[in-house]
């Protein structure tokens, strides 16, 4: 019953979409999804300002219970996968990642985004100041009890004119800062990183200094092991939760030729850096 | 003495035809699944029990491809499996998901949830849509299927499926953390047209380490199923 409905829901909000394609010349396109999710695509400015490159984001909203993915989606799930080149005056894009939470089903590592999430795109222009129409052809997953992949094609046309931020820019803005930046920018010390290369069960280990408040449940997303997620760290706090010793069980040895990406999150903050595997 | 015995007992089956063939004919309970999605390890464990525990159906698992990653795949995807849960998403107008079950080609459920494919498996049972009795055996590097006479008309399909699997969880690799899976469907076929009359073919053994055979009407709904030496009805 509730999935019939969903498959109404999607002609309706497709047929609703593509008709507001034609007029869409606004910060924000129609929301494309049905009652477990729902994504649309915005822009910073309601019109193209002078410069090269066009602040925009994919916003989306989960229903409650409904979850998506990460950039590296874990043990299950898909990334989102944007491709843009059915767009006009557009040559490309950067995705930005706003840091994932961590959800462990039947023993699955998945890192995901759930309630709402903006992922912010920088799009380079291909003429400043010509009229740009962005086309985003999107496929990803949201899943609950069931997972459902999703195919989304989102339009947006911006016009040039007086700039001036749009209603949606606050968005983009709150979604920027919950991106991982630099450890320092976070009040955070890499002390030291190393990978303990047993063959059977490598290890890596981070020790973290805080510079301001103590470490509250720190988390470490690892990039680069093989396809899944590791497991989240074990956590030694001390000096008052001033240092962190994080301890992750890696289910195989990292390549020696690529440093490992670590994405740590801890109480509202975040942050990416890297470690060399061996 | 035989012949009158055998005599007898079509009679019998010829007062209640319908309840004859329900009690012979497997109930096909097809999961769609992905060792990539999180929300499926318990309809595979569900899908496994009832490959062990039950008798009076045939449970397949069709591992689809749409749950593959960027340098992952699960090693039993394939796309027939993508494609025959398109075709179902299609006429039951529910799109794409996994876990999905499919009882009997008449109704796709969450595949998790037991209760509703438990009594989808009983209304199945009921309803006893059977066009035609089914045997299927193997013979040397071949298998005989044998269609009986009936009415209707539908396609016959050649499902080869591994019986059990035990692979890491998800995408994770000697992690030490595995999932056993049952009946894993590594290639399906259309092999022939069944248009009523009775009808034997002899196929290659498909890939896969057990075999089974389903006629399919032209509406999507199984009439008649066989698996491996299991035999077919009347």
Same mark, same amino acid.
């Given at each position: 019953?509730?999935?019939?409905?969903?498959?109404?829901?999607?002609?309706?909000?497709?047929?609703?979409?593509?008709?507001?394609?034609?007029?869409?010349?606004?910060?924000?396109?129609?929301?494309?999804?049905?009652?477990?999710?729902?994504?649309?695509?915005?822009?910073?400015?309601?019109?193209?300002?002078? %410069?090269?490159?066009?602040?925009?984001?994919?916003?989306?909203?989960?229903?409650?219970?409904?979850?998506?993915?990460?950039?590296?989606?874990?043990?299950? %799930?898909?990334?989102?996968?944007?491709?843009?080149?059915?767009?006009?005056?557009?040559?490309?894009?950067?995705?930005?990642?706003?840091?994932?939470?961590?959800?462990?089903?039947?023993?699955?590592?998945?890192?995901?985004?759930?309630?709402?999430?903006? $992922?912010?795109?920088?799009?380079?222009?291909?003429?400043?100041?010509?009229?740009?129409?962005?086309?985003?052809?999107?496929?990803?997953?949201?899943?609950?009890?069931?997972?459902?992949?999703?195919?989304?094609? $989102?339009?947006?046309?911006?016009?040039?004119?007086?700039?001036?931020?749009?209603?949606?820019?606050? $968005?983009?803005?709150?979604?920027?800062?919950?991106?991982?930046?630099?450890?320092?920018?976070?009040?955070?010390?890499?002390?030291?990183?190393?990978?303990?290369?047993?063959?059977?069960?490598?290890?890596?280990?981070?020790? $973290?200094?805080?510079?301001?408040?103590?470490?509250?449940?720190?988390?470490?997303?690892?990039?680069?092991?093989?396809?899944?997620?590791?497991?989240?760290?074990?956590?030694?706090?001390g000096a008052g939760g001033k240092t962190a010793r994080l301890t992750v069980r890696l289910s195989s040895l990292p390549p020696a030729d690529r440093p490992l990406t670590l994405t740590l999150t801890d109480d509202g903050r975040a942050a990416e850096f890297t470690a060399k595997a061996r | 003495m035989l012949s009158r015995f055998v005599m007898s007992l079509g009679f019998i089956a010829g007062l209640s035809p319908l309840a004859a063939q329900a009690a012979e004919r497997p109930v096909v309970v097809e999961l769609f699944t992905s060792q990539g999605c999180s929300s499926c390890p318990p309809a595979d464990a569900y899908l496994r029990e009832l490959s062990t525990q039950r008798a009076d159906v045939l449970p397949l698992a069709f591992h689809v491809t749409y749950w593959d990653g960027l340098g992952w795949k699960d090693p039993y995807s394939m796309q027939a499996a993508t494609q025959r849960q398109d075709l179902y998403g299609r006429r039951f107008g529910d799109g794409s998901y996994t876990p999905e079950i499919v009882v009997d080609g008449a109704a796709g459920m969450v595949g998790s949830r037991r209760s509703d494919v438990g009594a989808a498996i009983e209304r199945a049972k009921r309803a006893s849509r059977t066009a035609a009795a089914i045997s299927v055996t193997k013979n040397g590097g071949q298998v005989a299927i044998q269609v009986g006479s009936g009415t209707g008309t539908g396609r016959i399909l050649l499902i080869g499926f591994d019986r059990e699997h035990t692979t890491a969880i998800g995408r994770g690799e000697n992690s030490g953390r595995t999932l056993t899976e049952a009946n894993i469907v590594r290639s399906i076929r259309a092999v022939g047209q069944w248009s009523g009359a009775a009808l034997r073919l002899n196929e290659q053994f498909p890939e896969g380490q057990d075999v089974a055979v389903v006629l399919e009407a032209p509406d999507g709904q199984i009439v008649g199923a066989a698996r491996l030496g299991t035999g077919g009805s009347t």
């Open positions: 019953m509730a999935l019939a409905r969903f498959g109404l829901g999607v002609m309706l909000s497709a047929g609703f979409a593509s008709c507001a394609n034609v007029v869409a010349h606004a910060a924000a396109g129609a929301w494309v999804g049905d009652n477990r999710v729902a994504v649309r695509l915005i822009t910073a400015t309601d019109h193209l300002a002078a %410069g090269s490159t066009l602040e925009a984001g994919l916003e989306f909203r989960f229903a409650r219970g409904w979850h998506g993915y990460w950039r590296t989606p874990g043990d299950a %799930g898909i990334a989102p996968m944007v491709d843009w080149s059915g767009s006009e005056n557009i040559s490309r894009d950067e995705i930005a990642w706003p840091a994932p939470s961590r959800l462990v089903i039947e023993d699955l590592q998945n890192s995901v985004y759930a309630d709402h999430v903006v $992922l912010p795109v920088t799009l380079f222009l291909k003429q400043a100041g010509a009229p740009v129409r962005i086309k985003a052809s999107l496929a990803y997953a949201a899943c609950s009890d069931i997972c459902v992949p999703y195919q989304a094609d $989102l339009t947006l046309s911006v016009a040039p004119g007086a700039g001036g931020t749009s209603a949606e820019a606050a $968005l983009i803005d709150a979604a920027r800062k919950t991106v991982p930046g630099t450890p320092a920018a976070a009040g955070i010390e890499i002390v030291a990183t190393r990978v303990e290369p047993s063959a059977s069960e490598p290890i890596l280990v981070v020790d $973290l200094r805080s510079s301001d408040r103590p470490f509250v449940r720190p988390d470490l997303f690892v990039e680069g092991v093989g396809n899944g997620l590791p497991a989240a760290p074990e956590v030694a706090l | -």
